[in-house]
């Protein structure tokens, strides 16, 4: 993946990336029925080797000439904008470097299996059960380097010790383990040969993980979901209509959102 992030002749921006994955996946169900119970076991389990990096090109002087210009200024030099910046009455004796690298570099080693079950009890031709859950494992590691680039103009004017939110003093590595245990209940009941009703519960899971651009922010926690829901199914006109209605509710915990600021 390579951009140039700013669309202009000059270097502002550049971003690039490199990725390769590494995947491996693997499900086992078996299914059966004793008597009036329905039922499912099965187990997965997943890997995933990651390694990316992630670089950005910069021009000092081209930064601080699209500085001045965002500021509604006319295009400056770094030594002028510095001069600004700090209230010095003349331009700072400053000029900005070319081609400043600064690469991140991230490597993941990902885990993850879950067992579950799931069973369906008729209790006559109307009316059923439906009870089920699932055990989930996840462990991540994940190493992150990204090296100082220097003392550098851009990061002094943008306020941040780089591009990226933080640079590293070496290898870090970060290492985290989350289980989880998720149930489901629906009960099930056939108003009619063409309707049916039915009332459910489930909770969901969602892993934590890291963000390779804020090294030193650790991991972010597990989402969670719990489901409500309530609906009808049929058919009508000699099954030539179907319909679903169906209202439901969602309480989130540790949502996982991200914010570009």
């Given at each position: ?35 009036n119970?329905?039922w ?19 021009d ?15 295009t400056?030099s ?6 600004v ?20 570099h991230?490597?993941g ?34 190493d ?19 591009i ?32 049916n ?16 651009l ?6 972010f ?38 914010v570009?600021?």
């Amino acid at each position: 993946y390579l951009e140039d992030f700013d669309g202009g002749p000059t270097t502002i921006v550049k971003t690039g990336g490199d990725e390769i994955q590494e995947a491996y996946s693997q499900e086992i169900r078996l299914n059966g029925s004793w008597g009036n119970l329905d039922w499912t076991v099965g187990g997965n389990v997943y890997s995933e080797d990651i390694s990316q990096i992630y670089s950005v090109i910069y021009d000092e002087e081209a930064i601080c000439g699209g500085l001045a210009r965002a500021s509604g200024f006319p295009t400056v030099s770094c030594g002028v904008l510095l001069g600004v910046l700090t209230g010095s009455p003349t331009p700072l004796p400053y000029v900005g470097r070319e081609n400043v690298g600064e690469v991140n570099h991230s490597d993941g080693d990902y885990t993850s299996w879950g067992l579950y079950a799931d069973a369906t009890y008729k209790f006559d031709d109307k009316f059923e059960l439906t009870v089920g859950g699932r055990y989930s494992n996840d462990d991540k590691q994940i190493d992150i380097d990204t090296p100082n680039p220097g003392a550098t103009l851009a990061p002094i004017v943008l306020s941040a010790p780089s591009i990226f939110q933080q640079t590293t003093n070496g290898l870090q590595r970060e290492d985290r383990s989350w289980s989880n245990f998720s149930p489901r209940a629906v009960l099930r009941y056939i108003l009619s040969p063409d309707l049916n009703s039915y009332a459910s519960f489930s909770r969901g899971y969602k892993s934590g993980g890291f963000n390779t651009l804020t090294p030193s922010g650790g991991a972010f926690d597990p989402e969670n979901v719990s489901s409500y829901e309530l609906g009808v199914k049929g058919r009508a006109i000699e099954g030539r209509v179907q319909f679903d209605l169906a209202a439901y509710y969602y309480t989130y915990t540790d949502l996982q959102v991200q914010v570009i600021d």
